[in-house]
């Protein structure tokens, strides 16, 4: 059975997609037949946890009239879709999904059309911008009875305490990833150079940055020695200078969510991204490794919040008390291979997820967030243009060591 349609954030796509009902047979959702027979295997006989639940599962009256639709913008790859289903087949509500490419993006749609949308899913920082702007709902927390199980690890974050604001969902730590049949030392800067000369001509063209401008230029400015919420316009404007010159003589590409299939496709062999997109990467490419480099770790969450101008509040409430259940959340990182915060959600994550990349968790004292900067932001937006419009075009060319530099060879070549 085909999936919905959805559209982007950008305006490529234009058919709006609903999550729609769907029959709870065909998602098998349902639990097998109850008779019994002397042959018949028992019903969970062989099935793993979360599909017992899903049986089992029988959704909760709400305990207030619904909205008929909620309009949800949302990063893409999070969220799975047969669950988005059975919501809305439970609960009569259509879910209406648009996609995002980057926190820029978010911005820009949520600040010019803040009435557009009855859920919005920022990262850390972002929400702390919105609640300066005065742009979000305060929560009602007693229609979110499962907030409880969230770890309290994100109850004490600097950008929402107490979470007042937010509902976290998901969490990464910023990284280096590396294919370690090519690149055979660990990183310990976010720096994509390489030790020798002949490595560097080699790797041209294989090496990303993550396409999220706070996130990119911070982690270069914390390779200059600059701490992730102490830039200035002039250590900004510096540092982009730096990756303009390094875009053309590395190859550096720039990448959102394309970045782990590129990873896992070998099209990309070092890149500075989120564990969760390593996670990704090395599920279908067993050469991926994913370090976090440096002394302080730079963690990211990435939450829900409800527009100020919703008129749908208590209803998208209910929806995100519902995405805290831990089976829910828990088939949600099965889906995204994304770490979640609910913790009792282990118990229904696969296995190797839990022991991958996704949930490397920092000490306490080496965690750092990225806060908002106020006015600067517009600068990191503004730096970040400048990058992407003065950066050399990355060629498919690899140029071979001086002594020979009159000729090319192809970079398929060196894979």
Known sequence: MSLPDHRSADGLQTRRGHLKSLALGSLGLLAAGTGVGCNRRPAHEGLSRFERWKREHRPSRPPYPLAPRLRLLIWRDYLDPQLL???????????DVTYFENNSELKKVAESKPDAFDLLMPSDYVVQRFIRQDLIAPLNKANLPNLGNVSPLFFRS??????????????????????????????????LRMPTREEELLM???????????????????????????????????????????????????????????LARNEIKLSVNWSGAAAVA??????????????????QIDSFVIPKASNAKSTAEFFLNYLLDPG???????YSLYANTVEPSRAY????????PAYMQPALRERIFITDLGPLE?????QWKRLRLLAPKVTAKVPLPPQVDNQTYDAATTR
Do not use: W
Request: hydrophobic share 40%; charged share 25%; proline share 6%.
């Open 85 to 95: 289903e059975k919501f809305a087949e439970d609960y009569k509500v259509e879910l």
């Open 158 to 191: 600097p950008y929402d305490p107490e979470l007042q604001y937010s509902v976290p969902l998901f969490h990464s730590c910023l990284g280096v990833t590396f294919n370690r049949e090519v690149v055979r030392y660990i990183p310990k800067t976010f720096s």
């Open 204 to 262: 041209y063209g294989y090496r990303a940055l993550i396409d999220e401008p706070r996130v990119a230029l911070t982690a270069a400015l914390m390779d200059d020695g600059v701490g992730p919420n102490d830039a200035t316009a002039q250590t900004l404007q510096k540092v982009t200078d730096r990756l303009i010159n390094e875009t053309g003589e590395l190859g550096i590409r720039y990448l959102a969510s394309q970045l782990p299939s590129a």
């Open 282 to 299: 090395l599920k279908s490419n067993p050469s991926i490794r994913f370090v976090l480099p440096g002394s302080s770790k730079l963690v």
């Open 328 to 334: 829910v959340i828990g088939a949600m990182t099965n």
């Open 349 to 356: 994550v696969d296995r190797e997820i839990l022991l991958g």
């Open 378 to 382: 517009d600068e990191f937006e503004a």
